[in-house]
Nanobody, 126 residues
């Protein structure tokens, strides 16, 4: 079974930065499109950023463009989300998602992903 595990969340002041990491199992990680989502109580899970198998194609939600950067290191089976200029409205549980075998596509809908991590809490104080 494929597994992904997030880490790097925490409490940060507005304007600060955090880097989230997602460690994935499987030797075919290099062929998996990956994504980051976030969710707050009572709201839908929101796509934050996504990339294809190589990282050469990316997607960002309008709310995070210019502040967040998604990247991957296939040699380490890891995807990252660098979050800069954090705002209180960025507070949420952040989830890593994988689409094993998805190849060159970038997926931005939660139902397009097969595997989810447990989530990591990001809290931005004002």
């Amino acid at each position: 079974q494929v597994h992904v595990v997030e880490s790097g969340g925490g409490l940060v002041q507005a304007g600060g930065s955090l880097r989230l990491s997602c460690a994935a199992s499987g030797r075919t990680f290099s062929s998996w499109p990956m994504g980051w989502f976030r969710q707050v109580p009572g709201k839908e899970r929101e796509s934050v950023a996504a990339l294809n198998w190589s990282g050469g194609r990316t997607y960002y939600a309008d709310s995070v463009k210019g502040r967040f950067t998604i990247s991957r290191d296939n040699a380490k089976n890891t995807v990252y989300l660098q979050m800069n200029s954090l705002k209180p409205e960025d507070t949420a549980v952040y989830y890593c998602a994988a689409r094993p075998g998805g190849g060159s596509y970038v997926y931005t809908n939660h139902y397009e992903y097969d595997t989810w991590g447990q989530g990591t809490q990001v809290t931005v104080s004002s």
